[in-house]
């Protein structure tokens, strides 16, 4: 299967008082990888501020399953779940992999666009559409029932 995947250092402050990696630094490495996918496909920030556009999450989980400590090297991947045909609606899954390969924890998320004029919801534009068809799919992937977005 296709996927974008990078690697991610471990910083001193993302490690809390048991020695391990603290919860919340999971979702900033999912943070850092989607970043990255969209930079690296034509979605940079730049584009985002002429587009006048954004990516929005309306859900956000993280499932651990090994621990990960400050010496530890870590990847991230990342592949679309789900999506509706315009891509206004999307679903992006992470793993989180040890050296080894051992999955250490899978990310899911669900997320939008937003119109950063008009703070409202958006269908995002053909540009935008043709990056996400582009992107990684899961074995699984599945296309959502599309839904009005009222602006």
């Known amino acids: 299967m296709n996927r974008f995947e990078i690697p991610i250092q ?11 990696l603290r919860h919340s630094a999971y979702y900033d490495y999912g943070a850092t990888t989607r970043i990255a996918c969209f930079s690296q496909h034509g979605l940079t920030n730049l584009k985002f501020e002429e587009l006048r556009i954004g990516p929005i999450l309306f ?4 499932l651990f399953k090994r621990e990960i400590k400050f010496e530890d090297q870590v990847k991230v991947d990342l592949v679309v779940t789900k999506a509706t045909p315009d ?18 924890a899978i990310l899911n998320m669900d997320g939008a ?6 703070r409202k919801l958006a269908i ?3 540009f935008i ?5 582009d992107f990684p799919k899961a ?3 599945e296309t959502i029932p599309f839904k009005r977005i009222d602006n």
């Open 87 to 104: 891509f206004s609606r999307w679903s992006i899954r992470h793993h989180i992999y040890k050296e080894d390969r051992q999955v250490a």
């Open 129 to 133: 559409q043709q990056v996400f068809a």
């Open 113 to 118: 666009w937003i119109d950063m004029t008009k």
């Open 139 to 141: 074995e699984d992937f």
């Open 10 to 20: 471990i910083r001193w402050s993302d490690i809390d008082q048991n020695r391990h």
């Open 124 to 126: 995002p534009n053909d």
């Open 59 to 62: 859900r956000e989980e993280a």
